[in-house]
């Protein structure tokens, strides 16, 4: 059993531009998901973490799928994470930490 292994892999083409890709495992296969909204949140969290922001990101992904999609990244000065494009919301929510 795999159990839900997936990753998110993404590149820095400059200060304003990241191309990503998220693969996981589908029916004994691989994957891979043209746009993901959660994985460009989780990125904003890691770039939170490491002290890079605020920052305005434009992701690229999906390119390899011949599904292309644009999606916005912004992390603002108060920490709050903000994914904008054309993806089907499934959840939304806040999180407050200490």
């Known amino acids: 059993n795999i159990g839900r292994s997936m990753a998110y892999v993404f590149a820095r083409e400059d200060r304003e531009r990241i191309v990503s890709r998220f693969f996981f495992i589908k029916h004994s296969g691989l994957a891979e998901d043209p746009g993901t909204g959660s994985a460009t949140a989780n990125l904003g969290g890691w770039l939170l973490d490491r002290g890079e922001t605020p ?11 011949g599904r292309p999609c644009h999606i916005g ?8 994470i903000h994914v904008s494009g054309r993806v089907l919301e499934i959840g939304r929510g806040n999180i407050t930490l200490p």
């Open 55 to 65: 920052c305005r990101y434009a992701i690229e992904q999906g390119a390899q799928t």
């Open 73 to 80: 990244l912004e992390v603002d000065t108060q920490g709050a």
